[in-house]
């Protein structure tokens, strides 16, 4: 009855105004002016100069897919879309010269760009030209700081780079780096950026600890000084901000809570001075831990600006209500702005060498778990790598080929980011990235037999070979399938140096093969039994640089010999089960090494003399589920970023992981080209400590996995080597495979460290090596390289402790939504299988080994193959069954680190070559020289007729680089050191 009355009254109403007089005697309001915003602005000298920087910060991958996060798709997970983001952006530009907007990554960017119309395309042209677009980075992605290769932050920088240059000319050369979200920052990232060019590079991430000591200090800004052997010359100015989101209570992002600026007089709410106050207030707080009179203030945040309009309209109106204000001058601006004002300033700035690691951000959430993450995920990135740098090597010198790298590059691209080989995305995004490193690599294992075709000579085009992708795990087809036919088996090098490598081909149980080289001679090798029934045939290859060599795999029948000749069966003695209480020796010209219990117990290198008492064992944590009960909300767990085991915590001295097996069942296997001992810990923990005849380090190839978890324990697995070494709580990992970085036990370089977890606070990235030496007697040295990103640490004096698999059952709450938890191929879990290659010396003869054995297993043999379409015999005389591409072998002590065509980007015959220097200054007496190389007589199958020296993406002529010099003060930031074990 009420909503009838309600009707009926309302039509009354409406026929009284319908019937009314038609003059209006009410007073008219007056018609409203449109005000304009003064948005205009820059640095002045006399007030605090806020640097207001409107940004995106777009992930190439975490919770969903890289498609999914640019279309828009799976919002159920996340809402976002870039597409969209970039779209708004661009129309908001269009309303106001003066704004501004940075972006970083060029994977959503170049699609995006893709999808454009020609007159759009003009319009961002011109954005770019006046400065209201600017690329900041410019990378494929934002790469992650632990995890990556130097090669592979090279390359997805240069992806971005070439793309930049291409598509908008000089305008939009970076020059200044970005890495606001990476969990850390290491000396290498700082060096690249240098080296392409850059003036500085920002961050918001770094220990808590650290940061309250800066701000107080106002050392949030410093210059780096990240690499001995280069110096100032790649100086940069380093900035911390706090956090890379709006300052609190100016988030404009569609959906947020925070207030618009209401400056309409004729509506309820006006709030102009409140929020001016409120801005003011913030920017003077912030203004307290920096130096000068200039502030940056980062707005935008994940994924952010779909909406560009709420974030621009309301910042054109601050930004015109605090000039009005005149106590600070706030104005659109972009990081690289900020630099000049910040170097314009005059300042004598602090330095600091050592990097960024480990990140905490509270007393137990220690972020040095993902540096083992994912561990099988980071050995598949690093493997292709080597391929991607050898396929580029082919398309160099065949112009008639038809199949590209650029899909791997591109794939290869996305996998750096900071959410990639970190490990610490979702499984189905891990899944996603694999699947396009898998696409990439069939394309290039595809070019390389379109290549070989090519290059084997005439009859080339007779052979169609094949790669094996799980020969990792002794599964391949071509070798385990040799019937009558012979097969051909190639390996490429991509170094720059020709080597002599073991080989190790997985066969049919009870095949009677043998080993041909491209001569036609019979080379030695060795088939191997193992315990589980299957077996393998060893040989060594010789491989000249940048080159191929063949060898051929064939029926012992094929040369004559009785069907038992020309095989040599292992019956090892391992195989059977040897008392705990027995010795066992195993040795090569180089090393005798010791087991007593099952257990490695000593080594002695014959050659320098030098002897260590060495344990060796796998090892596990357990991972902390949050110390809280189930009932309750639970306190910091050890997940997918952050390590944290389940023990003594907030004391000094760490606390000492289970023993997986005190006493592992060991067995024996002993041929001419190779010594084993087989250590069986558990059913789902192996190992094979594997001394090849004549080489000079240690393989320990182990298996992990499935860890088991039925117990209710997360898992994190380590292998510890404890020795008798002095090395006085010191000990040195690599920034992604380039200069080492001294690490002390309990300590941080730049202030004085509360031991909060005394565990997982001294783990760092070990991305190729970890090492301790002594620095007195003896001077032993005992070094591990590893095949992945793992993380790593020096618990105790002379003790190295590796995570080499890890398990959790809850999430870390970092945003990831998942436990560490992978479920492997049968849904039982991660079976991960890797080599740590050991070498044991004198720290004087160490570093030359240490550098070769890095490179040579970074950069494995690539395999292929080819069943013979003929005899041995006329197989060898027709075919060109080796290669090499340089006139001259590289020096030693020099890396070729990519060879490869620009056509991509430039549709010329421009190539790009990286050498890069291997040693330190210092490292070594011979190698740590300079060495000179003549670009022009390198190659021998491409022709170079002009060479012009380039930043180091190759998009500016190096003598167009002009890097600011900053003012640095000689004192010595460094701590003394007040606390070893």
Not at 167 to 193: C, E, K, R
Not at 658 to 678: C, F, G, K, M
Not at 730 to 756: C, E, H, I, S
Request: proline share 5%; glycine share 6%; aromatic share 10%.
């Amino acid at each position: 009855m009420a909503v009838r009355l309600a009707l009926v009254l309302a039509v009354a109403v409406a026929a009284v105004l319908l019937f009314a007089p038609a003059v209006d005697a009410r007073p008219k309001a007056a018609h409203k002016k449109p005000i304009h915003y003064d948005t205009s602005g820059g640095p002045v000298n006399d007030k605090l100069n806020v640097h207001v920087v409107m940004h995106t910060h777009d992930d190439v991958g975490w919770l969903k897919t890289v498609d999914q996060y640019f279309m828009g798709a799976n919002n159920s997970i996340q809402d976002a879309g870039v597409q969209y983001i970039l779209d708004s952006v661009m129309l908001a530009l269009a309303q106001n010269p003066d704004r501004k907007f940075i972006y970083v990554e060029m994977a959503f960017f170049k699609r995006w760009w893709d999808e454009q119309t020609d007159a759009m395309k003009n319009q961002v042209r011109n954005f770019v030209k006046n400065g209201q677009l600017e690329f900041i980075n410019g990378g494929y992605c934002m790469s992650d700081e632990a995890a990556p290769s130097y090669v592979d932050m090279i390359d997805q920088q240069t992806l971005g780079h070439q793309f930049l240059l291409n598509a908008f000319g000089p305008d939009a050369i970076p020059v200044t780096g970005w890495q606001i979200d990476p969990f850390g920052h290491s000396n290498t990232m700082a060096t690249l950026y240098a080296l392409m060019g850059m003036n500085s590079w920002f961050f918001a991430r770094a220990d808590y600890q650290d940061v309250a000591v800066r701000q107080k200090t106002q050392t949030t800004e410093t210059i780096m000084r990240p690499s001995a052997s280069l110096g100032a010359n790649v100086d940069i100015f380093t900035g911390y901000m706090p956090g890379y989101g709006p300052i609190d209570g100016f988030n404009w992002n569609t959906g947020s809570w925070d207030a618009p600026i209401q400056d309409d007089p004729d509506l309820h709410d006006v709030n102009v001075q409140d929020r001016v106050n409120q801005f003011v207030s913030e920017c003077l707080e912030q203004a307290k831990a920096y130096r000068t009179n200039n502030i940056m203030l980062s707005m935008g945040s994940d994924f952010q600006f779909s909406n560009a309009n709420t974030w621009f309209k309301n910042m054109d109106k601050l930004l015109h209500y605090v000039k009005i204000d005149n106590r600070i001058n706030a104005f659109y601006s972009t990081p690289t702005i900020y630099t000049k004002a910040k170097h314009d300033a005059g300042v004598t700035w602090t330095t600091k060498d050592d990097d960024w690691f480990p990140y905490a951000d509270s007393p137990h959430a220690f972020w040095t778990g993902y540096f083992t993450s994912r561990p099988a995920f980071k050995a598949y990135v690093r493997t292709r790598s080597n391929l991607l740098q050898a396929c580029r090597h082919l398309e160099l010198q065949i112009s008639t080929l038809t199949l590209s790298s650029f899909a791997l590059w591109e794939a290869m691209g996305l996998s750096q980011h900071h959410d990639g080989v970190s490990g610490t995305e979702k499984q189905h995004v891990t899944y996603d990235y694999t699947e396009r490193l898998a696409a990439g690599s069939q394309e290039c294992n595809d070019l390389f037999a379109q290549s070989y075709r090519t290059l084997f000579g005439p009859f080339g085009a007779s052979l169609n070979f094949v790669d094996c992708p799980y020969i990792n795990v002794s599964v391949c087809d071509p070798t385990m399938q040799v019937g009558r036919f012979p097969l051909a088996v190639t390996l490429y090098n991509a170094l720059g140096q020709s080597r002599s490598e073991y080989v190790r081909l997985p066969i049919a149980p009870g095949a009677k093969l043998i080993m041909y080289d491209s001569s036609g001679a019979l080379v030695d090798s060795d088939i191997v039994v193992s315990d589980d029934g299957s077996e393998d045939i060893f040989f060594v290859a010789d491989i000249p640089a940048v080159g191929y060599n063949t060898y051929i795999l064939a029926p012992a029948s094929t040369h004559g010999h009785h069907k038992e000749e020309g095989r040599k069966t292992m019956k090892p003695k391992a195989k059977e089960q040897r008392p705990v209480k027995d010795t066992v020796t195993i040795e090569n010209k180089y090393y005798t090494l010791t087991f007593e219990g099952g257990l490695l117990t000593q080594i002695d290198n014959k050659i320098s003399g030098v002897t260590a008492q060495v344990t060796q064992g796998l090892f596990w944590y357990n991972s902390s589920d949050g110390n809280v009960a189930k009932d309750q909300n639970r306190g910091q767990a050890s997940g997918a970023y952050i390590f944290r085991p389940n023990c003594t915590e907030n004391v000094p001295t760490p606390c000492k992981p289970y023993e997986i097996n005190s006493s592992p069942n060991i067995s024996v296997i002993t041929s001419d080209l190779l010594q084993v001992a087989v250590q069986v810990f558990s059913p789902w923990a192996m190992q094979r400590v594997i001394l090849y005849a004549d080489s000079d380090a240690i393989d320990i190839e182990y298996t992990v996995g499935p860890i088991p978890f039925q117990d209710g324990l997360g898992k994190e697995i380590v292998s510890v080597f404890s020795t008798d070494l002095d090395t006085q709580g010191v000990f040195y990992t690599d920034a992604n495979g380039r200069d080492m970085q001294k690490r002390t036990f309990n300590y941080r370089p730049t202030w004085n460290l509360n031991v909060t977890d005394p565990v997982a606070g001294n783990f760092y990235p070990v991305d190729h090596s970890i090492y301790m030496k002594e620095t007195s007697g003896a001077q032993r040295q005992f070094t591990v390289i590893t095949d992945r990103s793992h993380s790593g640490a020096s618990l105790r004096d002379g003790e190295l402790e590796i995570m080499v698999h890890r398990r959790t059952l809850y999430d870390d709450r970092r945003g990831v939504g998942e436990p560490m938890n992978e479920s492997g191929v049968d849904g039982l879990g991660l079976v991960v299988t890797g080599t740590h290659r050991v070498i044991f010396d004198t720290a004087a003869n160490s570093p030359q080994k240490h550098k070769t054995h890095q490179q040579r297993l970074t950069f494995a043999p690539l395999l292929h193959f080819a069943q013979l379409p003929t005899n041995v015999s006329n197989f060898v005389k027709a075919f060109r069954l080796n290669h090499t591409a340089l006139k001259t072998e590289l020096p030693p002590n020099v890396h070729l680190v990519q060879a490869h065509d620009n056509f991509v980007f430039t549709q010329t015959n421009q190539m790009i070559l990286r050498l890069a220097h291997l040693y330190e200054t210092g490292e070594d007496p011979t190698m740590s020289q300079p060495a000179s190389i003549d670009i022009s007589s390198l190659f021998s199958t491409i022709d170079l007729p002009s060479c012009v020296e380039m930043s180091l993406t190759a998009n500016q002529k190096l003598s167009d680089v002009q890097r600011f010099q900053w003012q640095t003060s000689s004192e010595d930031t460094r701590k003394p050191v007040t606390q070893v074990p």
